[in-house]
Nanobody
Framework: QVQLVESGGGLVQPGGSLRLSCATS????????MSWYRQAPGKERELVAD????????NYADSVKGRFTISRDNGKNTVYLQMNSLKPEDTAVYYC?????????????WGQGTQVTVSS
C-alpha cells in the first residue's frame, strides 16, 4: 500500500522557518522523482519544488527560489522542504508528490497535505 505522509506544517510568523517532511512507503522511493506542491484557497495547485530520484538536480518556482530548499534521504524514504523567510503568500496546503515515468505507465502518488499558515 502506497503511503505519503506529510508533517511539519503549522502557524509561523512572517520571516520564520518551517521544515516539512514527507515519509513514504509502499514503493521504491529511490526510483521516483519527488515534488512539493501547494494550493492556496481559491487558487490552483502549483509546483513549488522538485528533485530527481538520486537527488542531484532540483528545481524551484520563481516565487520560492533562494528561500526554500528541497532535499531527500533515500535511506529513509523521505523528502524534505526547508522553508525560510516565509511570507504570508506562502500560506497554503502543501502536498508531497512522487512520480515515475516508464515506457508503459506513468506513476503519480500524492500525500494528504499539511497546512502552512504564515501570519502575525
Amino acid at each position: 500500500q502506497v503511503q505519503l505522509v506529510e508533517s511539519g506544517g503549522g502557524l509561523v510568523q512572517p520571516g520564520g522557518s518551517l521544515r516539512l517532511s514527507c515519509a513514504t512507503s509502499g514503493f521504491t522511493f529511490s526510483n521516483y522523482a519527488m515534488s512539493w506542491y501547494r494550493q492556496a484557497p481559491g487558487k490552483e495547485r502549483e509546483l513549488v519544488a522538485d528533485i530527481t530520484s538520486a537527488g542531484r538536480i532540483s528545481n524551484y518556482a520563481d516565487s520560492v527560489k533562494g528561500r526554500f530548499t528541497i532535499s531527500r534521504d533515500n535511506g529513509k524514504n523521505t523528502v524534505y522542504l526547508q522553508m525560510n523567510s516565509l511570507k504570508p503568500e506562502d500560506t497554503a496546503v502543501y502536498y508531497c508528490n512522487a512520480r515515475r515515468t516508464t515506457l508503459v505507465r506513468n506513476y503519480h502518488y500524492w500525500g494528504q497535505g499539511t497546512q502552512v499558515t504564515v501570519s502575525s
